[in-house]
C-alpha cells in the first residue's frame, strides 16, 4: 500500500514514519513517497526516516521515495496525507508579529492569525484537491494541514467525503480525562463536539456509564491534568464540560494576548529558529540525523502551549501530557487501518456534518466522534451544544465560510469581512489594518484585490 505524505520535508514526518514503523498487519502501508517544494528539506527528513529504519526492529521497513513533482507523487496512490505550510514557519512568525502589533492574537489556527494562515493556504490546497481528483481519485485524503477544519472543508467540495481531517487534540483530552478518572483510555466512549480546535469533552462512558460528573466533584480531580490546570476547576464546573485546550484563547482571551506580548519569542518565532538550526545542522552528512531530530523533538513539545500555561499559571507542561497527546500519526495510522483492512474503529474526525449537529448546514466540517470502515467516516449522532458553544461555533464557521469566498474571489474586500467577524477580532478598522499588513508581508496574498 501507498502513502503519500504531502509536506514530506517537514518536521514531523518521522513521527508518521515511526508509526508505520511499527505496523505490522496485513495490508500495511510499503511504500512511502515524500512530496515537497524544498529538495534540501526532503533530502533531511528522507535521512531521519533511514536512520529509523536502520534502528528498527523490523526487517522490511516502507521503502522511501522523494520528489518535488506532485502529479508524479500522486500517481498510485492509496492514500494521501497532507501536512504542508504554505509560507513556512517565518510566515507563522509574520502572522503572529502583525496580530500582537494590533493588540489580537496571533495563534496559527485561532483568530487573526488563523485567518491569515488560512488565506495563504486555501489557494494551494484548492489546486491539490483539484491534482489528486484526478491523477488518483480513488486515494483517500487524510489532512492535518492547518487551519485543519477550514482546509478540510474546502477540500471536501473536490474531494467529498475521501478527505478526512485528523487532529490528536481531542484524543489527548479524552485520555488525559480518562486516567484522571481512573478509566482505561482505550475502552473508554467520548462525547466530544466542535470544530477543529473549539470542541468540548461533555461526557466520557465506561461501560456504557458516564463518569464524567464524577470529575466535577472534585478540585484535586479537575486540576490532575492539563486542563484543568490551564482552565481552573470553577470554570470548568460553570461550563459542566472540559474545553478543547485552545479554547483558552478565547476563554482568556486578554491573558493570552498579554502573554504572547510579553514573551521574549512567539511560539512561531521560536519554531522557526529552532527548525532553521536542524535542517542546517543535519544537512552535514557527519551529523546523526535521527539523534539531532530527537532532541529538537523533545525541546518542541516540551514547550507546548507555553504562553498560555503561563497566562493561566498552570506551570510547567508534565510528562504524562506529553506521552496521552497519542499523537497524530497514531490518529492516522488507526484510520488508515480502518479503511484500508475494514478495521471498524471510531476516531474523533474532521468530516462533513450532514444532519449531525443542529445550526449547521450539511457541508460544515464539523469535529465529531466518527465510525471508521471500509466506506469511510461516518460521524455519530450528538446531542446539540449549549447555546454559548453554538453562539462560538456557528460565529466561526461564518468566518470560514468568508474566508473561503473570498480566497475564491480573489477579494480584499471579503478579507476584511472574515478578519471583522471574528470573535477575536474586535474592530473593522483593525480587520482593514490586519489585511493591509499581512497582504505586504505574504507574496502569498497578492491574489487578493
Same mark, same amino acid.
Given at each position: 500500500?501507498?502513502?503519500?505524505?504531502?509536506?514530506?520535508?517537514g518536521?514531523?514526518? *518521522?513521527l508518521?514514519?515511526?508509526?508505520?514503523?511499527?505496523?505490522?498487519?496485513?495490508?500495511?502501508?510499503d511504500?512511502?513517497?515524500?512530496?515537497?517544494t524544498d529538495?534540501?528539506?526532503?533530502?533531511?527528513?528522507?535521512?531521519?526516516?533511514?536512520?529509523?529504519?536502520a534502528? @528498527?526492529?523490523?526487517? $522490511?521497513?516502507?521503502?522511501?521515495?522523494?520528489?518535488?513533482?506532485?502529479?508524479?507523487?500522486?500517481?498510485?496512490?492509496?492514500?494521501?496525507?497532507?501536512?504542508?505550510?504554505?509560507?513556512?514557519?517565518?510566515?507563522?512568525?509574520t502572522?503572529?508579529?502583525i496580530?500582537?502589533?494590533?493588540?489580537?492574537?496571533?495563534?496559527?489556527?485561532?483568530?487573526?492569525?488563523?485567518?491569515?494562515?488560512?488565506?495563504?493556504?486555501? *489557494?494551494?490546497?484548492?489546486?491539490?484537491? %483539484? +491534482?489528486?481528483?484526478?491523477?488518483?481519485? $480513488?486515494a483517500?485524503?487524510?489532512?492535518?494541514?492547518?487551519?485543519?477544519?477550514?482546509?478540510?472543508?474546502?477540500? /471536501?467540495?473536490?474531494?467529498?467525503? %475521501?478527505?478526512i481531517?485528523?487532529? =490528536? @487534540?481531542?484524543?489527548?483530552?479524552?485520555?488525559r480525562?480518562?486516567?484522571?478518572?481512573?478509566?482505561? *483510555?482505550?475502552?473508554?466512549?467520548?462525547? #466530544?463536539?466542535?470544530l477543529?480546535?473549539?470542541?468540548w469533552? +461533555?461526557g466520557? +462512558?465506561v461501560d456504557?456509564?458516564?463518569?464524567?460528573?464524577?470529575?466535577?466533584?472534585?478540585a484535586?480531580?479537575?486540576?490532575?491534568f492539563? !486542563?484543568?490546570?490551564?482552565?481552573?476547576?470553577?470554570?470548568?464546573?460553570?461550563?459542566?464540560?472540559?474545553?478543547?485546550?485552545?479554547?483558552?484563547y478565547?476563554?482568556?482571551?486578554?491573558?493570552?494576548?498579554?502573554?504572547?506580548?510579553?514573551a521574549?519569542?512567539?511560539?512561531?518565532?521560536?519554531?522557526?529558529?529552532?527548525?532553521?538550526?536542524? #535542517?542546517?545542522? &543535519?544537512?552535514?552528512?557527519?551529523?546523526?540525523?535521527?539523534?539531532?531530530w530527537?532532541?529538537?523533538?523533545a !525541546?518542541?513539545?516540551?514547550?507546548?502551549?507555553?504562553?498560555s500555561? !503561563?497566562?493561566?499559571?498552570?506551570?510547567?507542561? =508534565?510528562? &504524562?501530557?506529553?506521552?496521552? /497527546?497519542?499523537?497524530y500519526e497514531?490518529?492516522?495510522?488507526?484510520?488508515?487501518?480502518?479503511?484500508? %483492512?475494514?478495521?471498524?474503529?471510531?476516531?474523533?474526525?474532521?468530516v462533513?456534518?450532514? @444532519?449531525?449537529?443542529?445550526?449547521l448546514d450539511? =457541508?460544515?466540517?464539523?469535529e465529531v466522534?466518527?465510525?471508521?470502515? @471500509?466506506?469511510?467516516?461516518?460521524?455519530?449522532?450528538?446531542? *446539540?451544544?449549549?447555546a454559548h458553544?453554538?453562539?462560538?461555533?456557528?460565529?466561526?464557521?461564518?468566518?470560514? +465560510?468568508e474566508?473561503?469566498?473570498?480566497?475564491?474571489?480573489?477579494s480584499?474586500?471579503?478579507?476584511?469581512k &472574515?478578519?471583522?467577524?471574528?470573535?477575536?477580532v474586535?474592530?473593522? /478598522?483593525? &480587520?482593514?489594518?490586519?489585511? =493591509?499588513?499581512?497582504?505586504?508581508?505574504?507574496?502569498?496574498?497578492a491574489?487578493? %484585490?
Amino acid at each position: 500500500m501507498r502513502l503519500v505524505v504531502l509536506g514530506g520535508g517537514g518536521f514531523r514526518v *518521522p513521527l508518521v514514519y515511526g508509526a508505520l514503523l511499527g505496523d505490522r498487519g496485513e495490508g500495511r502501508v510499503d511504500e512511502v513517497v515524500l512530496y515537497d517544494t524544498d529538495p534540501l528539506r526532503l533530502r533531511t527528513i528522507a535521512r531521519v526516516l533511514a536512520d529509523q529504519a536502520a534502528t @528498527s526492529a523490523t526487517t $522490511d521497513a516502507p521503502r522511501v521515495r522523494v520528489t518535488t513533482d506532485l502529479d508524479t507523487a500522486l500517481r498510485g496512490a492509496d492514500f494521501v496525507f497532507s501536512a504542508i505550510r504554505v509560507g513556512g514557519l517565518e510566515g507563522r512568525a509574520t502572522d503572529e508579529r502583525i496580530a500582537l502589533a494590533e493588540g489580537v492574537l496571533g495563534q496559527e489556527t485561532v483568530g487573526a492569525g488563523g485567518i491569515a494562515y488560512g488565506l495563504r493556504t486555501l *489557494p494551494v490546497v484548492d489546486r491539490i484537491a %483539484r +491534482r489528486v481528483a484526478e491523477v488518483a481519485p $480513488d486515494a483517500w485524503f487524510i489532512n492535518f494541514t492547518n487551519p485543519a477544519g477550514l482546509v478540510t472543508e474546502a477540500m /471536501s467540495r473536490h474531494l467529498g467525503d %475521501r478527505v478526512i481531517g485528523i487532529c =490528536d @487534540s481531542p484524543v489527548g483530552l479524552g485520555r488525559r480525562v480518562a486516567r484522571a478518572l481512573g478509566a482505561d *483510555p482505550a475502552t473508554v466512549e467520548v462525547d #466530544y463536539v466542535g470544530l477543529n480546535h473549539l470542541g468540548w469533552l +461533555r461526557g466520557l +462512558r465506561v461501560d456504557g456509564k458516564d463518569e464524567l460528573p464524577r470529575l466535577f466533584t472534585s478540585a484535586a480531580l479537575l486540576e490532575s491534568f492539563e !486542563e484543568g490546570r490551564l482552565f481552573g476547576a470553577d470554570w470548568l464546573r460553570s461550563l459542566g464540560c472540559v474545553p478543547n485546550e485552545y479554547l483558552h484563547y478565547y476563554y482568556f482571551n486578554r491573558e493570552a494576548v498579554r502573554a504572547y506580548q510579553q514573551a521574549d519569542l512567539t511560539r512561531g518565532a521560536f519554531l522557526h529558529g529552532q527548525q532553521a538550526r536542524f #535542517y542546517a545542522r &543535519a544537512a552535514d552528512p557527519t551529523v546523526p540525523a535521527l539523534a539531532t531530530w530527537d532532541e529538537v523533538r523533545a !525541546e518542541r513539545e516540551a514547550t507546548y502551549m507555553a504562553e498560555s500555561r !503561563e497566562a493561566a499559571g498552570a506551570g510547567e507542561r =508534565d510528562e &504524562a501530557s506529553l506521552t496521552e /497527546s497519542g499523537g497524530y500519526e497514531t490518529v492516522a495510522l488507526a484510520l488508515m487501518r480502518a479503511i484500508a %483492512r475494514d478495521e471498524r474503529a471510531t476516531l474523533v474526525l474532521n468530516v462533513r456534518n450532514r @444532519s449531525t449537529l443542529a445550526g449547521l448546514d450539511a =457541508d460544515a466540517v464539523i469535529e465529531v466522534p466518527c465510525r471508521v470502515d @471500509s466506506r469511510g467516516a461516518h460521524p455519530l449522532p450528538v446531542d *446539540p451544544l449549549p447555546a454559548h458553544a453554538l453562539a462560538l461555533v456557528t460565529g466561526v464557521k461564518a468566518v470560514e +465560510r468568508e474566508a473561503m469566498a473570498a480566497a475564491d474571489a480573489g477579494s480584499r474586500a471579503g478579507a476584511v469581512k &472574515a478578519f471583522a467577524l471574528h470573535p477575536l477580532v474586535d474592530s473593522v /478598522s483593525v &480587520a482593514r489594518r490586519l489585511v =493591509d499588513g499581512y497582504a505586504r508581508a505574504h507574496p502569498g496574498l497578492a491574489y487578493l %484585490r
